[in-house]
């Protein structure tokens, strides 16, 4: 296992397009999945012990975005013929396991990954109502063990200063997780 940090955020671009299927093999684009207020794409897989430490605190924060109106979509980009944890069937259990309770795209061609330089799982991108990247960063200081009690709710906090119209913190943190298995060739 190879874990990556993030890169420093180069923010301001607009969320490229996609249309990935979800757990039932329905087209999903980002405009299925935005919100009035933002949208946050996360980057997640099911082995990664960094998405396995995190995912019941994402799904706690996705809840309250949601309710604010930020739209919250996860996207396995992983090659799951060389790693079967994370193959379609594995996404549903996985998904029924934790209760994520957002659409999880696969995205088998890795391109969505690629478009949005996604480099690690969990890797999050947070948007305005535009459409335009506001926020790069983790989702709190938790790795593989959870943040201190009194930690802030990084990526939860911004994106709801993104949707009052407070826009997202200067100050970004970078994500940290295993590195996105990609296919060979």
């Known amino acids: ?3 990556l940090q993030t890169p420093p955020g180069d923010l301001g671009w607009t969320a490229a397009e996609f249309s990935l299927p979800d757990l039932d093999g329905t087209p999903r684009r980002f405009a299925d999945v935005a919100g009035e207020a933002g949208t946050v794409i996360a980057f997640i897989c099911n082995h990664c012990p960094y998405v396995k430490a995190m995912i019941p605190r994402f799904i706690a924060d996705a809840a309250e975005l949601k309710a604010a109106g930020v739209g919250v979509a996860a996207i396995m980009p992983n090659d799951f013929h060389a790693y079967p944890d994370d193959a379609p069937d594995a996404m549903r259990a996985f998904a029924a396991e934790t209760g994520l309770d957002c659409p999880y795209l696969l995205d088998e061609s890795q391109a969505v990954a690629r478009a949005y330089g996604a480099v690690c799982t969990p890797d999050f ?3 305005d109502a535009a459409g ?3 926020y790069r960063g983790r989702l709190d200081a938790g790795r593989k063990d959870p943040p201190p009690a009194d930690a802030p709710h990084e990526l939860r906090d911004a994106m709801l200063a993104v949707a009052t119209g407070q826009g997202a913190p200067e100050t970004q ?3 940290m997780g295993c590195s996105i298995k990609w296919r060979q060739g």
């Open 1 to 3: 296992m190879v874990s």
């Open 125 to 127: 991108f947070g948007f």
């Open 132 to 134: 335009r990247l506001v």
């Open 173 to 175: 943190l970078p994500s």
